[in-house]
């Protein structure tokens, strides 16, 4: 049903429209279709003693009508040729994770209707980034248009290699400069138990060795697409802060998920949890395909 398609969540707020927009023409320059999805969960009836039934089946087709016409006339204004819309009665998590399973992308606001102001990300979007089959999308403002580098973290990860082909692919179709940025520490030691023991660790040949590490990961990607500039930046520090002091030249940022399982923070890992609830621009997380790792 979703196949080559680009499925966007839409529930009425401004980050969902601009996700929307985002989407439209995501689907344009890959010459695929979008799909609108508005999810609405039914409504209960209330009264003084709180939440009570379900209202009517004829009550509800009344309310989805009168939000499809809605979500047709948003429709309608968007730079896309074959656009489709629906209004789906379920958990906005729900259906969008089950269009996650053929879609090509899913796009999302970072936090809809409802959320809280000091809630980066929303459930919604929280739960499609750790669950989702396809790449997602987070928007969280308005992309800026004249921004023309995709920035990628390098790990040697399977994730990460997830990470670095939708970066390379989307600088392909876009015309944009790939910034590869790979993040290395020092480990850690127990200089409390012997402090005036030195760190067995020469740092020159650790950086060189960072350094062909990275070279090594991104050779066969320079290969598969010679008409990508890349740029390589191997640094000493945090991932997450070598990631968002990229931000001020980029289009979008790429992180790579394990996916699939049933804890958030053990998902996502640091990195891809501090980029998303950081970075006021556009987070494309990418799954870990099924099997890499976990088939046996």
């Known amino acids: 049903m979703w196949h080559n398609r680009v499925v966007v969540g839409y529930d009425g707020s401004d980050i969902s429209a601009i996700a929307a927009r985002w989407g439209a023409r995501e689907a344009q320059a890959r010459g695929l279709g979008l799909t609108l999805i508005n999810a609405m969960v039914p409504p209960t009836s209330s ?141 850690s030691f127990d200089l409390i138990v012997l402090p005036n023991t030195p760190v067995p660790v020469d740092i020159d040949n650790m950086a060189g060795t960072e350094v062909r590490l990275a070279a090594e990961i991104l050779a066969g990607y320079e290969a598969q697409y010679p008409d990508v500039e890349l740029e390589t930046r191997v640094v000493h520090g945090s991932p997450v802060n070598a990631l968002l002091s990229a931000v001020p030249e980029a289009a979008m940022i790429v992180v790579g998920t394990r996916g699939h399982g049933q804890v958030m923070s053990s998902i996502l890992g640091s990195v891809s949890h501090g980029v998303l609830h950081r970075s006021h621009i556009p987070v494309a997380v990418v799954s870990e395909p099924v099997g890499d790792d976990d088939a046996a």
Do not use: Y
């Open 47 to 187: 009264g003084s003693l709180g939440p009570g039934i379900s209202v009517g089946l004829d009550t509800l087709e009344e309310i989805r009508l009168s939000a499809q016409q809605a979500l047709d006339e948003f429709a309608a204004t968007l730079p896309a040729g074959d656009v489709q819309s629906l209004v789906q009665v379920g958990s906005p998590s729900g259906v969008l994770l089950t269009a996650s399973e053929t879609a090509e992308l899913v796009v999302v606001g970072s936090r809809g209707h409802g959320g809280f102001k000091e809630l980066l990300l929303g459930s919604v979007s929280a739960q499609l980034v750790a669950h989702a089959v396809c790449p997602v999308i987070v928007i969280r403002e308005e992309p800026a248009a004249d921004k023309e580098v995709v920035v990628v973290g390098v790990d040697g990860s399977p994730a990460g290699h997830g990470a670095i082909g939708f970066a390379f692919d989307m600088a392909s179709r876009h015309g944009w400069k790939v910034l590869a940025i790979h993040a290395w520490d020092v480990p």
